[in-house]
């Protein structure tokens, strides 16, 4: 009867030993995989990210040379946009039409700072940046000071593509 526990504990013993190795046996490649996942999620933002600030590189170089197409290369068709002057805009082409009188009437030239993207699902994301512009004129002909403001887009990944759809603007007013 002692022998027989004894070799009935040494099963045992040896069973909770392969448990314990199979064990280890997934716990390892299931930790490899979400921290290969994780590193993965990372370099797609990071990636994602550069598109999107290249995005808002491209659409200001081409905007501030009149080219009101930026706006089919880097908007929704359903985007909306806000200006300085609170005026909503509801898509697209009225987007386009506000741009075009804007490149019109006035010869300025802005610059941005992309100073956050923030990711809030896999396929949306926040903008938060800051923008000057420069050499505007006022009606009466004379340039004006430089403007500053900020900017608020929200953009949206859909069939691979980044758009922007919701922009917008604000100035910045000195407090006196």
Sequence with gaps: MVGYCAEKRDTAGSNEGRLNMLSWGYVVPLALL?????VYAASTNEEDERTIRGMVDQAIARLNKGDVSALDDFWDENADYVGVDGALIK???QMQAL???????SRGHQS???????????ELATVDGSWIVTGARGADGNELAPIKGRGFEIVQKKN?????????????????
């Design 91 to 93: 898509g697209r082409a």
């Design 99 to 105: 741009f075009r009188k804007m490149a019109e009437s």
């Design 160 to 176: 691979g593509k980044w758009r922007f759809i919701a922009t917008r603007e604000m100035v910045i007013f000195k407090r006196q």
């Design 112 to 122: 941005a700072s992309v100073e956050q993207i923030r990711f809030i699902a896999p």
């Design 34 to 38: 979400i921290c290969l996942g994780a």
